[in-house]
């Protein structure tokens, strides 16, 4: 993500008979040092030795004092305001470089007390950068709008900011006075805890116990392991997997548990403090989209699940259990195959499946591939899951932890929309405008998973393909739509419990959370007592009410990529002009020039009858097999 926060016509995938062993599957995690250069992202081109880095830190670190010789004075001249404003730009671009670099290095490899270290530095030094750009909103607030337009008749330059500044003043009733902005910068460190906290539990610190695959032989857990092992192994060894990881979770129930209410006190004070009548409002005023945007997501996907109840029944009947576990909701409906996708074979394909955006696009993807942008297998310590991210002046950077997987096909296609998204963002707009709202993040990323899966339904010949393919589609708006909707729904419940002061606790988060997890799955899914404990691994509750992002993002990916593959006019042009644009827009604005309506239901609607459409279809293909 963000800033702070993928040749042929007919696909050659390698189908094998399931094994009744994971050995071929899945191997001992290597130590990073092990795995081929190849494989790994090329930080160098960020820095190319720690030296320039440290020559970038003690830069940063003599430009605030210079910074905070503008405060006081914003209101003096259009000039001073411009300076200051540049200024802040050049701090900001440097230290997204110093920011991006240690972190990076860190979640290569998070047991490492060296980058441990890079990155608590690199944490300290933005704080500090916050703390001196505190006055900056005030400052602002306190022109008055003759005075601001004066500022744009004397020095021209200063209209470039414009955008920028009214963003200020449109938030204006929650800044506070440039001291109390000061106070409340000097905690954004502090309030980071939590988060570090989780990173720390959940990644460095987890320990998973090792289990026996169907031959005898010992495997070690681990999330990329246990991933693989829901998709492809018996369901007695999905069991076991299962419950060796909740057991590891189980164990740290009560730090979790303290961990995430810190969180929600957390949102709680800044939402209290500035203002906002809630910690949802708060959340969502950053992109200026309405509270009602988020309300009108859960109830419109609350009214529609029928169909997946009706879809969980048929994954019951198809698998041919007497009962369905939340550990059998990934195995394929066609077991006696699989997917084999090496990662060459991966690029590949999606190289072809993204052709409908043009042969520039591709060529983004292609330099990705070759220039080490990705850094790509597993490791120990390696931090799990997947991200694109990357500092202005730099190319993007991604993050996997691959395993040959058709989801990890379908991983490297998102994580490439964030990174040519990023790439035309970075090209397209000077920094200030470059770093697109995490609203159409997700737009970006989903597009090309559309594309991906609408190219291998369309290519493919084999029945049984085709039924794998169609369930892949349904799980694919079951895990974003549904999923992420009932993780909003949680973030949502848990807040409102919290700013109305219950004292939350293991206990209430795991009732919440199994009590949705019946809702929205209905009767038909047996539900272990161990599922309960799943909000503990959820790593986005701790950057609160993103999740949603992830639904409006594929709900307006789906509509756009629909208007791209019919060919209407402009389809194309008008989807990478939004890819382009950055922040220059709000993100509504922007998406409705792009031709989806988010603020409508319309594009939510549209997912679920999409989905509907293909479970009617994947019930009529079984029909005739």
């Not at 409705?592 to 009617?616: R, Y």
């Amino acid at each position: 993500m963000q800033r702070y926060f993928k040749l042929i016509l007919i696909i050659l995938f390698s189908f094998l008979f399931f094994s009744p062993s994971l050995s071929k599957d899945v191997k001992e995690v290597e130590e990073r040092a092990k795995i081929s250069s190849q494989y790994k992202w090329n930080l160098e081109d960020i820095y190319a030795n720690l030296g320039l880095w440290e020559k970038d830190f003690k830069k940063v670190k003599s430009l605030i004092p210079k910074f905070k010789n503008f405060q006081g004075r914003l209101n003096f001249s259009a000039d001073i305001l411009l300076k200051a404003l540049e200024l802040k730009d050049q701090i900001n671009q440097i230290n997204d470089r110093l920011f991006v670099y240690a972190k990076m290095h860190y979640d290569e490899d998070t047991a490492n007390i060296a980058y441990q270290t890079l990155a608590s530095r690199a944490e300290t030094l933005n704080a500090e950068t916050i703390d001196a750009f505190s006055f900056v909103s005030p400052e602002i607030l306190a022109l008055s709008q003759n005075q601001i337009n004066s500022f744009y008749k004397k020095e021209k330059r200063l209209n470039f900011y414009k955008q920028y500044i009214n963003n200020i003043r449109r938030a204006e009733k929650h800044f506070l006075s440039s001291k109390e902005e000061t106070i409340i910068a000097k905690t954004l460190e502090m309030g980071s805890s939590p988060k570090n906290i989780f990173e720390m539990a959940a990644y460095a610190d987890m320990q998973y116990p090792k289990i026996k695959d169907e031959a005898g032989k010992e495997l070690q857990l681990t999330p990329g392991v246990y991933s693989l092992i829901l998709e492809t192994a018996p369901q007695s060894m999905r069991r076991e997997a299962f419950k060796g990881i909740y057991s590891a979770y189980l164990k740290q129930k009560n730090t979790f548990g303290a961990v995430l209410y810190s969180s929600c006190k957390k949102d709680e004070f800044y939402a209290k403090i500035r203002k906002y009548s809630s910690t949802l409002e708060a959340a969502l005023d950053e992109d200026n989209i309405p509270v009602k945007v988020y309300d009108n997501l859960i109830n419109t996907v609350n009214a529609h699940l029928s169909s997946l109840h009706r879809y969980m029944i048929l994954r019951k009947k198809i698998l041919g259990l007497s009962e369905l576990h939340p550990y059998d909701l990934y195995a394929p409906l066609i077991r006696e195959k699989k997917f084999e996708i090496p990662y060459e074979k991966a690029q590949e394909i999606i190289l072809q499946a993204l052709s409908p955006l043009g042969k520039e696009y591709q060529e983004i993807a292609r330099m990705g591939f070759s220039s080490r942008w990705i850094d790509v297998y597993e490791n120990k310590a390696k931090r799990s899951g997947a991200y694109s991210w990357g500092a202005y002046g730099t190319h993007p950077y991604m993050l996997l932890n691959y395993m040959n997987t058709l989801d990890d096909l379908f991983t490297l296609t998102h994580e490439m929309g964030h990174s040519a998204h990023t790439y035309y963002s970075n090209k397209g707009q000077a920094y200030l405008y470059s770093q697109y709202p995490i609203f159409i993040a997700e737009v970006a990323s989903t597009f090309n998973e559309v594309l991906l899966i609408n190219y291998l339904l369309e290519h493919s010949q084999d029945k049984n393909e085709k039924l794998y393919l169609l369930d892949k589609y349904l799980e694919m708006i079951r895990g974003t739509v549904y999923t992420q909707t009932m993780f909003a729904e949680f973030e949502k419940k848990v807040h409102e419990l919290s700013e109305n002061g219950a004292a939350l606790n293991s206990e209430n988060f795991s009732k919440i959370y199994f009590d949705l997890l019946k809702k929205y799955y209905g009767p038909d899914v047996a539900l272990d007592p161990e599922i309960a404990m799943g909000w503990a691994r959820i790593s986005h509750f701790y950057s609160s009410f993103y999740v949603y992002k992830y639904v409006t993002g594929f709900s307006a990916a789906s509509y756009l990529a629909r208007n791209v593959l019919k060919q209407k006019p402009q389809a194309q042009s008008k989807y990478l002009t939004l890819l382009k644009s950055g922040s220059i827009d709000y993100p509504l604005n922007l998406l409705k020039k792009a031709g989806v309506d988010m603020s409508s239901p319309e594009p939510i609607l549209a997912t679920l009858n999409t989905f509907e459409n293909l479970l009617k279809e994947l019930e009529e293909l079984l029909e005739k097999t």
